[in-house]
């Protein structure tokens, strides 16, 4: 047997998509396993699927940082230590510099809950509303310089309802989030999916 891809999961709040991770990881045959988890929050919600599936968990909290540089450095730090064949972003909130995102060039993951390159940044559900879409989704892409910018690796379509709201629309859109992410590192598991050698 090939040996498993081994995913740090970098997560900011509930870790609803880093549960789902866990959960897929755990059916038999998973291409992948989640082997470290990294918070920037102490006590965010996260933390619990991890310790409930005996992961190790790491908070490095952004606020005992001076500048984005430093925190960014210790994560790096963090993350080199765990040794992951992928680092992958799972509603972590943070903007990170463009150091530590050419130190993983290749190897960091990002979900976004909007079709990239739609509503990039903060709000996307709101958006989409806003601009009277009738379709929305999410996005699994590598991470390059630029907010929620990097070649697509997978997308899933949610139709937007009549009556949606920002709720109920990023709550269909996070089931949608769920499976997308375990088929993305599936695909990079498996070499279906790889960094575009010409991407910056
Ligand atoms: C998810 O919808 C994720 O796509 C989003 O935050 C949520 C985290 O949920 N990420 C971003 O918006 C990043 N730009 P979770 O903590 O339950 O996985």
Same mark, same amino acid.
């Given at each position: 047997m090939? !040996?498993?891809?081994? &995913?740090?999961? #970098? ?5 609803s998509n880093?549960?789902?991770l866990i +959960? /897929?990881? *755990?059916q038999?045959g !998973?291409a992948f396993? &989640?082997?470290? #988890?990294f918070?920037?929050?102490?006590g965010a919600?996260g933390l619990?699927? +991890? /310790?409930a *599936?005996g992961i190790?968990?790491?908070v490095?909290d952004?606020?005992?940082?001076s500048?984005?540089?430093?925190f ?6 963090a993350?080199r230590t765990?040794?992951p ?8 909130m943070?903007i ?5 995102i050419e130190?993983w060039?290749?190897?960091m993951?990002?979900i976004?809950?909007?079709?990239l390159?739609?509503?990039?940044g903060?709000h ?6 806003e601009?009277?879409a ?7 892409h590598?991470?390059t310089?630029g907010?929620?910018e ?8 949610v139709?937007i309802?009549?009556?949606?709201t920002?709720e109920?629309?990023?709550a ?5 989030e769920?499976?997308l992410y375990?088929q993305?590192?599936t695909?990079?598991?498996?070499g279906e999916a790889?960094?575009?050698p010409s991407?910056?």
């Open positions: 090939t !040996a498993k891809l081994k &995913v740090a999961v #970098v997560i900011s709040g509930g870790g880093l549960k789902a +959960a /897929a990881a *755990a038999p !998973a396993e &989640v082997t470290h #988890v918070c920037n929050r102490p919600g619990a699927h +991890a /310790a *599936a190790p968990t790491m490095i952004h606020k005992g940082f500048s984005r540089g430093a960014d450095a210790a994560l790096d730090t993350l765990a040794e064949d992928i680092v992958a972003l799972a509603g972590f943070r990170l510099t463009a150091p530590f130190s060039r290749g190897k993951t990002n976004h809950p909007s079709l390159p739609l509503y990039k903060l996307p559900h709101r958006q989409a509303l601009a009277g009738t379709m929305h989704g999410c996005t699994v590598w991470v310089p907010v929620d990097g070649p697509i690796i997978a997308q899933a379509e139709p309802l009549p009556g949606d920002e109920t629309l990023q269909r859109t996070l089931i949608a769920h499976k375990a993305a590192l695909m990079i598991a498996n790889s960094f575009p991407s910056s």
